[in-house]
């Protein structure tokens, strides 16, 4: 007839480092919202360049007329500049689209403690700015539209301006930007997981 020999005698199993307040503490549940310490350098950057690309395709001239039609159509209240978004009717608004997700990437890396979700937005945020890179390529630099009457003075009466070419470089820095956040992207440390609790097992006597 057996008998059931117990617990092993002997002191009992203590975890090898107890919980103190030397050692990292278990996610906070505040981090579950925005922590502006998870964005890193090239999120900061892909945000200022987003609102910088908003403004600019939005509020500054990309094109102005000739200067020698200018003071005419200037007389006759005929507009003599276009921003981004009236010059080109699909880069324009393609542009603000690239301006706002660059802007929701900044905010999802703010917002979520894993990276999965700002990964993927940073990934569209990539190819969508590859796109608009080649777009505004083609369309300011190689073939610039004209959107103003030309004369016999001045056949070609559309003059570039800066904030087109400005928009150009934008586009092209959110794409290394994004790649730079992929390169680097993980957890902050703030949000990693406490260190995990380990046991010294005995071995029993005999």
């Given at each position: 007839m057996s008998s059931d020999p117990g617990p092993p005698a002997g002191p009992r199993p203590q975890p090898t480092a107890p919980i103190s307040p030397d050692r990292p503490a278990p996610v906070r549940p505040d981090r579950a919202g925005i922590a502006l310490d998870?964005?890193?350098a090239p999120?900061?950057?892909?945000?200022?360049l987003a609102l910088a690309l908003l403004v600019d395709v939005l509020a500054l001239p990309w094109y102005h007329l000739a200067a020698v039609l200018a003071p005419t159509a200037a007389?006759?209240?005929?507009?003599?500049?276009?921003?981004?978004?009236a010059a080109h009717?699909?880069?324009g608004p393609y542009a603000?689209?690239?301006?706002?997700?660059?802007?929701?990437v900044g905010l999802a890396q703010a917002a979520r403690p894993a990276p999965a979700v700002p990964?993927?937005?940073?990934?569209?945020?990539l190819l969508a700015a590859l796109v608009l890179t080649a777009a505004l390529l083609i369309r300011v630099v190689l073939l610039p539209p004209h959107l103003f009457l030309s004369t016999a003075a001045s056949p070609d009466s559309?003059?570039?301006?800066?904030?087109a070419v400005a928009g150009l470089f934008i586009a092209a820095a959110l794409c290394g930007a994004a790649g730079w956040s992929l390169r680097v992207d993980g957890i902050a440390a703030a949000d990693a997981p406490a260190a995990i609790e380990t046991l010294a097992l005995t071995r029993r006597p005999g």
């Open positions: 998870r964005l890193r999120e900061w950057l892909i945000g200022a007389g006759l209240g005929a507009a003599t500049s276009a921003t981004g978004v009717a699909l880069i603000l689209l690239v301006g706002l997700l660059g802007l929701t990964v993927c937005l940073t990934v569209i945020l559309t003059r570039t301006g800066v904030p």
